[in-house]
């Protein structure tokens, strides 16, 4: 034994100073071993749609159901069924409805116990009994475990559980047991749960999700282009803030930044209302109005231009001083002609459909005028600041990364940036040139020394690597050629607005290109998936979410509301259990109160991507992996006590 062996089994000796304490170890990790793997959630692409993201949440996009056909069968009938899910999801809400319409409620509250019962049961079956007893509430822990533990020794195990349910129903305590059961069963039913990107922008409420992420019991992010950039923002990066700002202020959801996070936007709303006074600001109508007075929409149709002209001052500052970042292209408020109010882009002159620029200097189009630079000022001293945003992001940061490989299964956002031939693309940044899963390494590492480095040059280049990821051709989460904000803006001309995606999103229908991407980043290609979002599957076209026989899953089918008009869905997510892979196809989810009253559930479609010719245990997954390394530890430990090299402590 070496000296490093010598010491990893001394420290493991303080954990099991005994052969009896390492045997029993190993006795339990093994059973461990030949469990049923647990179920794996995926989503992405939420876009800050809190209500249908919560929904999903529940009901585990068919989990739930699924368990209870399983304990019912034809027992009980569809609409029971139905009833008993919408109990599971909204446990409060669906017992004040039941009380006003159920004329035995005490009745009703014993056979809703019994049933909930029987599905908490089934969903812990997978389970270590110490880890169903952390997913159990302190209050009600141990009277749960007796309701849902099989007790040998108990003769009249019917009558024992009719006491313990009665005794509940006397005391008042129902509908405590049934919320507290309801909560168990959810958080039971998915074990681990992946989100493959973009939480915020778009959608009104990201900050609650990211409030419930804080809270959720097992979860992991790889980051999108959108989250990337409010965590620049969080960063300080004065162009991250300027595009976060935009991107709320046009979706009508200042609420998020004021209301949400604390964001004071007074001092741009005032600079906005001085500088734009009697312009109409007509090119920045807001996609989402969210009902507002005509007088506040004018206000932030005005606040909505200030931060755009702001936005493209600071992205020519970082485009110019950053030149690897090959974003040139987007520096375009030198090539406007103030006087005439055109532009010239690809040999073409252009009319501009807003020729008003008070705070642009010609001559040095890119510089903010004092009063801009005020207003980034304290605005971005207001996101350094801001408790709740600064702890959503260390959440990201913690339990988030650009791709996670986890079960054989290669997870990431957007795509692997390529050239046509399918070969990986070289990126040059910061004097070194990156590709493939390298790539993805070198950008990761810059995100985190944006907060966590010591040296100010470092820091500098982390942050300014997250505004590159959330804009630029070769960011393996945006994949597009050019961002298009300017010409949407000001120019009548559609064909400008095309942005060319990345040929991987055409050679990733191509098995070989599943194949090289796995092989890449270490993966077993015969088992292996790709699963990613980003790019909404555009089912009313035909296209399909699995590509290449199932090796490549794309998850992103329209959580956002924007994209339904062009998905004709609300979203795809994708279930892995212990049977295998199961897509699921969501409905728009309308709101919480009909999903409650009318028992209406989101899941449209499911089908299966891959079944399992034998159920796959825990010993087959990266967990497995690593109870089975602990399993080689504790025999050696186990043996060093035996030939003396580590004494007991008994």
Known sequence: MDNTEFRYLEQLSKLYPTIGKASTEIINLQSILNLPKGTEHFLSDIHGEYEAFSHVL???????????DDVFGHTLSNTDK???????????????????????????????????????KVVSSK???????????????????????????????????????NTIVEIGNSEEFIIALAKVIQQLVIDRLHILGDIFDRGPAPHLIMDRMCRYHSVDFQWGNHDILWMGAAAGHMACIANVIRNSVQYGNLGILEDGYGINMLPLATFAL?????????CFELKEKNQVSDRENDMVMKMHKAIVIIKFKLEGQIARAREDFGLQDRCLLHLIDYEKGTIVLEGKEYELLDKSFPTINPADPYALTEEEADVMRRLRNSFLHCEKLQRHVQLLLSRGSLYKIYNNNLLY??????????????????GETHKGKKLYDMLESYVRKAFFAEDKEEKAKGADIMWYLWNAPNSPIYGRSKMSTFERYFIDDKDLYIEVKNPYYQLIEKTETAINILTEFGLSVETAHIINGHVPVHRMAGESPVKCG??????????????????GIAGYTLVYNSYGLTLTAHEPFVSKELAISKEIDIVSRQEAVERMYHRMLVGDTDQGKMIK??????????AAYRCGEIVEKR
């Open 58 to 68: 529940h009901n585990g996009s068919g989990a739930v159901r699924k368990k209870i």
């Open 82 to 120: 139905s009833a008993l899910a919408t109990l599971i999801y909204y446990p409060k809400q669906k017992i004040e409805l039941v009380k006003q319409a159920e004329p035995d409620i005490v009745n009703w509250y014993k056979i809703t116990l019994y049933r909930l019962i029987e599905v908490c």
């Open 127 to 165: 389970y270590t009994r110490s880890k169903v007893r952390k997913a159990l509430p302190e209050d009600y822990g141990y009277i749960i475990e007796e309701l849902i533990t099989e007790k040998s020794e108990v003769l009249n195990k019917e009558a024992y559980y009719e006491s313990i349910v």
């Open 274 to 282: 001085d500088t734009y006074a009697e312009d109409d600001c007509a």
């Open 413 to 430: 956002h957007g795509c692997v940036p390529m050239n046509e031939d399918g070969s990986f693309t070289e990126v040059t940044l910061f």
């Open 550 to 567: 199932g090796k490549v899953i794309v998850i992103d089918g329209g959580f956002s509301k924007t994209y339904r008009r062009e998905t």
């Open 629 to 638: 390394e602990r399993i080689e530890d504790l025999k050696k430990l186990i």
